[in-house]
């Protein structure tokens, strides 16, 4: 399934996401990506936890730990203000996005991307890298 905005690159970093710590509360209605090369949305959700199984829209299962999480913009918002940033700034040019966010205690950091959503991926990367 294509959804719009979610190319090559925003799906190599939303794996960096992953890769660097990002865990995330999945719903109904949440993408996702298995293999970055398509997209699926959550249609169900059985068990809870590490027993969980998550459902697409063909009734495939999915393990939520074996898959690479799409938030979207509002979502990664949310994200950042319960990690500590209060302040989130866009700045969107016409060839890219900067997303900074800051924290009194963790600092500022400054993600750049195509998109606005790409661009808060990376920023999303840059604070888990920074809290280790």
């Known amino acids: 399934m ?17 890769l660097v710590g990002f865990r995330w509360d999945y719903r109904i209605g949440d993408l996702f ?33 074996e898959v690479v999480w799409l938030p979207r913009w509002t979502d990664c918002v949310d994200w950042l203000k319960e990690h500590g940033y209060q302040k989130i700034c866009v700045d969107t040019k016409p060839t890219y996005s900067s997303v900074e966010i800051t924290s009194e205690l963790k600092g500022f950091v400054n993600g750049i991307g195509k998109t606005d959503l790409e661009a808060i991926y990376s920023a999303i990367v840059q604070a888990l890298e920074l809290e280790g």
């Not at 294509?2 to 992953?18: R, V």
């Not at 990506?33 to 999915?62: M, P, W």
């Open 2 to 18: 294509e959804i719009k905005g979610f190319d090559k690159e925003i799906l190599n970093i939303a794996y960096q996401m992953k």
């Open 33 to 65: 990506t298995k293999d970055l090369s398509e997209v699926h949305i959550v249609l169900d959700i059985q068990g809870e936890c590490d027993q969980a199984v998550i459902f697409d829209k063909s009734n495939r299962q999915y393990s939520p730990g």
